[in-house]
């Protein structure tokens, strides 16, 4: 099949951007959300922070004035450790000075100067933490206090929240789902994202783990979303990431509950190339491979104190960059 006849098939799904769910760069989130949106995604997910989606909400205005295009705002927090909300840390003062920086070379949002990290700019890849020859750099947790989630709730009223989980945990996944509801913050649509991540969790033990998120969250009434995280994140290192989230669609997709499905972790330019004619997902979320296809363009445009969408040719090739990434899903 050629490229033409697949984007065929698989036309009008629904796509996400996924900002990074520990990702603060107000400035950065400000252009993506409006480079996107333009782009034509339906929804965009980003870190529960209200400064964060005063940003997006900024990007995702200027579309709606100069595109018409509107996507939904979606919060992600999470009922327990994960790796989708941590920051990497170290301390310069130590770092010897003949380094070669790996660590800055390798960092894909530009976050790391000779002032360490930029806490704001890191949205928790790990890449630098494996490029340290020297190990000297940490990860630290950094989420949501459930205390805090009901506040955060009223404060950015999304239209959306997906709530990171993991198999064994469906006690925590119950609190956050009775603090959402008791917050009274009406949504219109709530994800569950899990993955495989336990290494010896099979295909039967995630959807058994879904089919008790969707008992859970009867009670909201809302449209639901299964995420599969075919891969914790990072669609930028390679094509062949993208296998793993099909893999792991085509196995689940006979066994979820009711919902949309949507395949993430891992995905990229490349995941429509690994499905077949008669398997194709009702949508996908793209993370790190989004951001990363158009950041040169925005760290350009902030060297001249500009927003993106202030620079009207910059902006064009911005918005044709992430198109790349989704005609194959919204031709
Ligand atoms: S490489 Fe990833 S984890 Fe390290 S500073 Fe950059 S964004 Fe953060
Ligand atoms: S690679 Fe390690 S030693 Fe080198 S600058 Fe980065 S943190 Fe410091």
């Given at each position: 099949m050629n490229t033409t006849q697949q984007n065929k098939i698989i036309s009008n799904k629904w796509v996400k951007l996924i900002c990074g769910a520990s990702n603060e760069d107000t400035g950065s989130i400000e252009d993506i959300c409006a480079i996107y949106s333009a782009a034509g995604v339906d929804y965009i997910d980003i870190a529960a922070d209200p400064s964060v989606a005063e940003a997006a909400r900024k990007g995702i205005n200027w579309s709606k004035k100069t595109y018409g295009k509107n996507p939904g705002l979606m919060i992600s927090i999470s009922d327990g450790k994960d790796i989708h909300f941590r920051k990497a840390k170290f301390d310069p003062?130590?770092?010897?000075?003949?380094?070669?920086r790996p660590c800055e070379n390798i960092c894909p949002t530009f976050a790391i100067s000779e002032y360490g990290v930029s806490k704001n700019k890191c949205?928790?890849?790990?890449?630098?933490i494996s490029s340290c020859p020297l190990n000297l750099i940490t990860e630290y947790e950094y989420q949501l206090s459930q205390e805090s989630l009901k506040d955060i709730l009223l404060k950015i009223k999304p239209d959306a929240v997906e709530i990171h989980t993991e198999i064994n945990r469906k006690d925590a996944f119950q609190k956050i789902s009775k603090i959402i509801k008791d917050s009274g913050v009406k949504l219109k649509k709530i994800s569950v994202s899990c993955g495989?991540?336990?290494?010896?969790?099979?295909p039967k033990d995630l959807a058994k783990a879904f089919w008790e998120r969707y008992e859970i969250l009867s009670e909201h009434n809302v449209q639901l979303i299964w995420q599969l995280d075919g891969r914790p994140m990072s669609g930028d290192i390679a094509a062949t990431t993208a296998k793993a989230a099909v893999k792991l669609w085509e196995r689940m997709q006979p066994i979820l509950p009711p919902g949309l499905i949507q395949l993430a972790g891992g995905?990229?330019?490349?995941?429509?190339?690994?499905?077949?004619k008669d398997k194709i997902p009702d949508g996908i979320a793209f993370g790190s491979v989004a951001r990363k296809l158009v950041q040169p363009l925005i760290e350009e445009t902030f060297k001249t104190n500009q927003k993106i969408y202030e620079n009207p040719e910059k902006m064009a090739q911005a918005i044709e960059k992430a198109k790349t990434l989704l005609d194959p899903w919204k031709s």
């Open positions: 003062k130590i770092c010897p000075p003949n380094c070669k949205y928790g890849c790990g890449r630098c495989l991540a336990q290494s010896n969790a099979q995905t990229n330019g490349n995941t429509y190339k690994f499905l077949k």
